[in-house]
């Protein structure tokens, strides 16, 4: 008789109960809920309940009473905190408080600048007139001199134009990382003053 290979799609029947509920689309952001919890006793807190250790039959009876959901919170205690609430809530809740973390946390725009080793002095301007422009958006700068063939040879004419553009920035921002020769590429990276 052959041997049937494993397959993770097969139903289980019941062994792993619910780590990942129906509708649910990130197993990773799933808690332990109700018949799950495996813990004898559990911390029990919130608005809705006495704060303490109830057994797990006791906690799953208070959620049941009031038609809720008994969520563990924090596996890692112990014993395990659980709330009781409405699972789908629950959920909601945690999406609507990372959405807004991401909403507060602050996104790096870096504008590139593009240099060639003899650019002259209306080009450079003109470039000069943008950085100012990103630095004071809160953009980072990251300037660049492209060496392209022999223009290698005039490494430090793209040194000195860097240098010098980082100098005409003092006021708008500082100097992060000096300017450093990466392949055919001389970079300078200024970050915006804080305000």
Partial sequence: MEKK???????NNGNNAG???KGDKNAKDTHLINEQIRAREVRLVGDNVETGVYSIDEALRIADEQGLDLIEISPNAVPPVCKILDYQKFLYQQKKRLKEQKA?????VVKEIRFGPQTDDHDYNF???HAVGFLKEGAKVKAYVFFKGRSILFKEQGEVLLLRFANDL??????EQMPVLEGKRMILM???KKK
């Fill in 104 to 108: 507060k946390s602050t996104k790096v």
């Fill in 127 to 129: 470039k000069l007139k």
């Fill in 19 to 21: 780590q990942q509920r």
């Fill in 190 to 192: 200024i970050t915006p």
């Fill in 170 to 175: 003092e006021d708008y921002g500082k100097v």
């Fill in 5 to 11: 290979p494993f397959n993770s799609s097969q139903p």
